[in-house]
């Protein structure tokens, strides 16, 4: 398995096994994956989401059908293992999970640029939860911190910390560091790393966990009335955490799915984000 796929996060699993090319870079331009022609849409575009609750693409979709006479549908994923692997292998048309440096990360891994954004959606700002304390300042040395231990959440989670004054790290935001990039930390936090979809049902566990948005939605938990500490949207460097709808390459000019994307960014659709997420996500387009 291969680095990310051991980090739980499984970005390539099958695919990232493949290096199918690599060292014939002189026929490169003869490979399948340069002679792709764009996805021919069926009669219902298949969207890749992660977790149960979905409220705001199932308005979209009302809206889409409604405008259009067109099909979509949802295709809901446990976690964020899968949904790029179902988009890459063509079992999905396009994809709303994951941000720039997520996308970005799993295309890296790959070698190559397989999924490309096609339409900004929101930020949806990880937060700190806790069941025991009410604020920060309420740590006490050797807490136990959870935090999702794929590449990309882990930093995020590591520099909020940072941000509260709890610890210091070598790195910027945006690079994927991990706990061993800690420099300081004074209360001796316990870092406990776990997979993204289990850090909510850890809190009886830990003293504090980092929760996404959705995840957090799943849990009945309000990311901007419940956490304790959470991401300021409109901090610096948060465009790489802003969530896309992705689709394959070959895909990124298919007016289907633009078609689909321009349906997303409306003002109805900023009125959803108010009603199903309490303001929680903040519109980025």
């Not at 990310?4 to 331009?29: I, Q, R, V």
């Not at 446990?78 to 970005?104: C, K, M, R, W």
Request: aromatic residues 8%; negative net charge; hydrophobic residues 35%.
């Amino acid at each position: 398995m291969n680095k990310l796929g051991k980090l739980t996060l499984g970005l390539a699993l099958a695919l990232g096994l493949s290096s199918c090319g690599a060292n014939n870079a002189n026929e490169s331009a003869n490979t399948d994956t340069e002679q792709k022609a764009p996805t021919e849409v069926a009669d219902t575009i298949k969207i890749g989401v992660v977790g149960e609750k979905n409220e705001v693409w199932e308005e979209v979709i009302k809206r889409y059908e409604e405008g259009t006479g067109k099909k979509a549908e949802l295709v809901r994923f446990s976690d964020y293992t899968q949904p790029n692997e179902a988009l890459a292998s063509g079992d999905i048309d396009v994809n709303s999970f994951q941000h720039y440096l997520f996308l970005g990360e799993y295309n890296k891994e790959q070698g190559e640029e397989k999924l490309v954004a096609i339409g900004d959606t929101m930020l949806a700002p990880l937060g700190f939860f806790s069941n025991q304390i009410k604020s920060l300042d309420e740590l006490e040395d050797g807490a136990r911190v959870a935090i999702p231990n794929d590449p990309t959440n882990g930093p995020r989670a590591i520099f909020l910390l940072q941000e509260e004054g709890l610890i210091k790290v070598n790195g910027e935001p945006g690079d994927l560091i991990t706990v061993d990039d800690i420099t300081e930390n004074p209360k001796n936090l316990e870092f406990i790393e776990m997979d993204a979809a289990q850090t909510a049902r850890a809190l009886d566990d830990v003293t504090i966990a980092a929760i996404n948005d959705n995840y957090a939605l799943d849990a009945g938990l309000s990311p901007t009335e419940d956490s304790i500490a959470i991401e300021d949207p409109h901090g610096t460097g948060t465009k790489i955490y802003v969530n896309v709808i992705a689709a394959r390459k070959e895909d990124k000019d298919n007016e289907a799915y633009k078609e689909l994307v321009k349906y997303y960014q409306t003002d109805e659709t900023k009125k959803d984000y108010e009603t199903y997420t309490k303001g929680a996500w903040v519109p980025a387009w």
